[in-house]
């Protein structure tokens, strides 16, 4: 940790950041954090339809990772694909808290319209692809991505993440296998969170290291302390050029800890109650980026604190609007299944019902 | 994406020098055409690039199309059926080829949990077709033979296509590849290189729509309803039963599975009042049962006799010839159920 020395007021900033990228990273982190708060409290009131998966003590490394790729609004950049706890991932490209707000209580104008759950909405123009639930799949699709930069010569890299649980999915196995031997632009956020629901890491797999597995596969590898926003963002960058210079496939693994249950019903019964503590009082992504920014003079406790402010006040508003929001028609429930317009209802939906109607 | 001078082997484009084309051969003619008029199509399989696959029907495409456009593969259906749903996702139009069909539940999850619902999720189109050589009658066995169209029928958002004739594989292989939606197509192997399917095949640039029957005969009795491999099998016993029962059999080739032609099959019925579904793949769960339903909501006064199938057995396919013969659906079988509808 960063804080016990005084560092000299305005250390050098690595890995080619400024000050403006640090400030906004730290934005991102904590719009993160906040989001998920304030989606607790609606939860709470049951104004979230199905369940609530945190990312507490891994938004660090879902920020600073995404923070790697280069990123646009007009679908020429980068492309991500997040796993449930990513959701610092989407925000940093661009996706809006009130998306996210809409998506979790299904509303008729959420970016899934109602149809796909939590963060599972996508944006090409920003650069992120939906995850679907079955674990590792995200992973040959995004080895697709990078195929089709490779293919038209595009100068684009793509970036998929997944729990370590996912990382035993024969879709992880032949996807990264398949980028590999194309040497696609592509990097694999692997993070080691200890447990997968319930399964920790030990009865996941026999590696010690989730990295280890890159050799096997012929890329490159790097393991990096999750709960550094910097370290994280330098093992990231690294990948992200490597992968736009025609270096292929990296695995980088970010070693951190769930900090909650699975979900939000799940009561960590399996979780010892000192590790939770440990890695909140010591661990936690936030306060040690915060202190890294303040003790190396880069950013003075004032500044972030107004920072914090903006992004409440950001976030209330976005609250309010997208709960305002409109609850789908049932009758949109046959839309988008074919690109020919929607599919017909049964007979016992028509009015007067005639069972010679479709 | 770059483009390749494209220069096209003899054997490829029969139809020019105006002979007749196996279905194979059309197949192959319909995927180069797409090749070369839609620079963001291109191919993805197990051993398809120099040596042309395993039935040879890409044969050719990789020295004309270069290694970024017919792609081999790792032995991996989840990994490139997944990847061709990435590629998707940034415009282009995968076709990948299951080296046989049986391997495509490999990629199950991917296809009916993935690709499948992608736009329906907001994810955008899918134009994916994922194609390979199905069904019995050539001695494969059980991993080699099968008819998984029923696995898939059940999966609202995917096309399911099935051709019968040179001509229909062609251009419904090219209505697949520009359909917005993913298609899984069917190629029987039976038929692939079948002397008597040989045909001479349009020169103009043709498709065949999606989710259109065809009749395949004219007839007043009674109807079949069939696809693919069996719709040869009711053409031979039509024409047994014209000649020895003097009976006049309509076949209405489906060629489309998913969506199903249902007007097509009704207006048949409502023309002959007798039906006959026959399909290759197995009973319990096949296509004939949904088929018959719905003739059943929607024609019911229009039968006069009940609707029978006749379909493969239920039990995996078997290899030694006997027990295949047994298993298959035979002309014999269509023969006798059809005597009886007209009978009843
Ligand atoms: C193929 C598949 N099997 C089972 C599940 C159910 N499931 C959802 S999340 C989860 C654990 C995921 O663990 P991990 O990949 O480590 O990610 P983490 O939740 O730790 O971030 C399981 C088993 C699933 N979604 N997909």
Redesign the pocket.
């Known amino acids: 940790m960063a804080t016990k020395t005084k560092a000299t007021p305005q250390a050098a900033i690595p890995h080619g950041l400024d000050r403006g990228g640090l400030l906004e990273m730290y934005r991102l982190v904590r719009l993160t954090r906040s989001l998920e708060e304030k989606l607790e409290n609606l939860f709470r009131q049951s104004k979230v339809v199905g369940g609530l998966?945190r990312?507490l003590g891994?938004e660090g490394e879902s920020v600073a990772s995404a923070f790697a790729l280069r990123r646009r609004d007009d679908g020429t950049g980068d492309m991500l694909s997040p796993?449930?706890?990513n959701l610092g991932s989407m925000l940093t490209m661009g996706a809006t808290p009130g998306e996210v707000v809409r998506q979790y209580m299904a509303k008729g104008d959420s970016p899934a319209r109602g149809k796909e759950l939590n963060i599972h909405f996508t944006d090409y123009r920003r650069g992120f692809i939906g995850q679907i639930?079955?674990?590792?799949?995200l992973v040959p699709v995004m080895a697709g991505v990078a195929l089709t930069f490779k293919q038209r010569g595009e100068d684009r890299v793509g970036m998929v993440y997944?729990?370590?649980?996912?990382?035993?999915?024969g879709?992880f196995h032949e996807g990264i296998n398949f980028a590999a031997v194309q040497k696609l632009p592509l990097v694999v956020i692997v993070?080691?969170?200890?447990?997968?629901?319930t399964?920790p890491?030990r009865l996941?797999t026999a590696v010690k290291s989730f990295v280890d597995k890159a050799p096997g596969y012929g890329i490159a590898g790097e393991s990096v302390d999750g709960n550094d926003v910097l370290a994280v963002y330098g093992a990231a960058k690294r990948a992200v050029d490597r992968a736009r210079s025609g270096g292929g496939v990296t695995l980088v693994e970010v070693v951190t800890y769930?900090r909650r249950g699975?979900a939000q019903h799940d009561n960590q019964s399996y979780q010892p109650p000192e590790d939770i503590e440990r890695w909140a009082a010591t661990n936690d992504p936030l306060d040690r980026y915060l202190a890294t920014l303040t003790s190396n003079g880069w950013a003075t406790a004032d500044e972030l604190a107004k920072i914090d402010a903006e992004v409440d006040a950001h976030l209330e508003n976005e609250i309010r609007d997208a709960e305002a929001g409109p609850m789908p028609a049932p009758e949109s429930t046959l839309d988008d299944v074919y690109a020919s317009g929607p599919v017909a209802a049964p007979w016992t939906r028509h009015e007067p019902a005639d069972p010679k109607l479709a | 994406m770059p483009t390749q001078t494209m220069t096209r082997p003899e054997h490829v484009r029969l139809t020019e020098e105006g002979k007749p084309v196996t279905l194979l051969e059309a197949i192959r003619e319909g995927i180069w055409e797409e090749m070369e008029r839609d620079p963001s199509v291109f191919l993805m399989g197990e051993d398809i690039g120099a040596y042309g696959g395993a039935f040879k029907v890409t044969e050719g495409m990789q020295q004309a199309f270069g290694q970024l456009r017919v792609i081999d593969t790792p032995i991996s259906e989840i990994g490139f059926t997944g990847a061709a749903a990435g590629a998707a996702h940034m415009g282009m139009r995968p076709v990948i080829e299951m080296q046989f069909i049986d391997f495509i539940s490999c990629a199950y999850?991917m296809i009916t949990n993935y690709v499948a619902t992608s736009r329906y999720r907001g994810s955008g189109p899918q134009p994916i077709v994922i194609r390979g050589p199905s069904g019995g009658y050539v001695r494969g066995g059980p991993f080699h033979s099968q008819n998984p169209e029923a696995a898939f029928f059940h999966t609202p958002g995917l096309k399911i296509v099935y051709p019968s004739t040179a001509r229909d594989a062609k251009g419904l292989i090219k209505a697949a590849i520009r359909d917005d939606d993913p298609v899984l197509f069917f190629e029987h192997k039976w038929l692939y290189r079948r002397p008597q399917l040989r045909e001479v095949l349009p020169n103009e640039d043709y498709i065949v729509p999606i989710g259109e029957a065809r009749v395949h005969r004219e007839g007043t009795d009674l109807t079949i309803v069939t696809y693919a491999a069996t719709v040869h099998k009711s053409q031979e016993a039509a024409e047994v039963l014209e000649k020895e029962d003097g009976l006049q059999v309509e076949i209405i080739d489906l060629r489309t599975i998913l969506p199903l032609d249902e007007d097509a099959i009704i207006r048949s019925v409502k023309k002959t009042n007798r039906l006959l579904i026959v399909h290759e793949d197995t009973r319990t769960g096949g296509i004939a049962g949904e088929i018959a339903m719905r003739v059943s909501e929607k024609a019911f006064e229009w039968l006069d006799a009940p609707i029978l199938r006749v379909t493969a057995l239920d039990a995996p396919v078997p290899y030694s010839p006997p027990l295949e013969d047994y298993f298959l659906p035979q002309t014999e079988d269509i023969v006798k159920a059809a005597r009886h509808l007209a009978a009843y």
């Not at chain 1, 997944?162 to 999915?169: K, N, V």
């Not at chain 1, 993070?191 to 629901?197: G, L």
């Open positions: 998966f990312s891994q796993l449930i706890r639930s079955p674990l590792g799949d997944l729990g370590d649980g996912a990382t035993s999915t879709a993070e080691a969170n200890q447990y997968a629901y399964t890491t996941q769930r699975h | 999850d």
